[in-house]
């Protein structure tokens, strides 16, 4: 499991894939999968890795530290997403030069 103080943006890319025991209490916020292995003492966080598949983003103590968590992965994910530029990177993209 990975610690709650890890960094959020490289959760985004773990590509450990874990199947989510039957036992314990799951709550779907925001996308994401809250899952109480221990409750009152163990919530993992399961969320879409950069491959599309279900991993294990984070772990905390209580479920509040949970949505918090979700929520600054959710901010600082959207805060990282390139905003694509209509301009093409410069003015003669795609005009070779001559050969001489």
């Known amino acids: ?5 890890g960094s959020i943006v490289g ?7 874990t199947a989510i025991p039957d ?3 799951k709550v779907y916020y925001r996308s ?3 899952h109480g292995e221990i409750p009152g003492l163990c919530y993992v966080i399961y969320g879409r890795n950069g491959l599309g598949q279900l991993a294990e983003l984070g772990t905390v103590r209580n479920f509040r530290a949970a949505m918090e968590w979700v929520d600054r992965h959710r901010c ?4 990282l997403m390139p905003v694509p530029d209509a301009r093409p ?3 003669h993209a795609g005009v ?5």
């Not at 600082?76 to 805060?79: D, G, H, K, P």
């Not at 070779?96 to 001489?100: E, G, Y």
Request: charged content about 15%; proline content about 10%.
């Open 1 to 5: 499991m990975m610690s709650s103080n």
């Open 11 to 17: 959760a985004t890319s773990a590509v450990r894939t």
């Open 23 to 25: 036992s314990g209490r």
């Open 32 to 34: 994401y999968l809250i």
């Open 76 to 79: 600082e994910m959207r805060r």
């Open 89 to 91: 990177p410069y003015p």
């Open 96 to 100: 070779l030069p001559a050969a001489a």
